[in-house]
Nanobody, 126 residues
Framework: QVQLVESGGGLVPAGGSLRLSCAAS????????MGWFRQAPGKEREFVAA???????YYADTVKGRFTISRDNAKNTVYLQMNSLKSEDTAVYYC????????????????????WGQGTQVTVSL
């Protein structure tokens, strides 16, 4: 069973950058589709970014061009580089994954992910 632990969150001024990390343990995630989701206070959880085990990437329109998801299968770690942060990016960010046979598809739907981290808070100040 895979366990996921996020890190790298914090307080950053608008326009700044952060890099989130998601370290996996228990088994390799080399054949896992991995995603990042976020939930702001009073709002539903929303998709941020995902990548297949082969490296294909997908982004929400709200973060496209600002955020980059990447993975290092040798380190069993997934990253989310967040640039040009805005106040509306403030949320708890969750890493998630699921085993996938598909190299070309990673879901945007949270219910398709069966493994989740505990989340890391990102706060963007004005």
């Amino acid at each position: 069973q895979v366990q996921l632990v996020e890190s790298g969150g914090g307080l950053v001024p608008a326009g700044g950058s952060l890099r989130l990390s998601c370290a996996a343990s228990g088994r390799t995630i080399s054949r896992y589709a991995m995603g990042w989701f976020r939930q702001a206070p009073g709002k539903e959880r929303e998709f941020v970014a995902a990548c297949t085990w082969a490296g294909a990437t997908y982004y929400a329109d709200t973060v496209k061009g600002r955020f980059t998801i990447s993975r290092d299968n040798a380190k069993n770690t997934v990253y989310l580089q967040m640039n040009s942060l805005k106040s509306e990016d403030t949320a708890v960010y969750y890493c998630a994954g699921y085993y996938s046979d598909s190299a070309g598809y990673a879901s945007r739907r949270g219910y398709e992910y069966d493994t989740w981290g505990q989340g890391t808070q990102v706060t963007v100040s004005l």
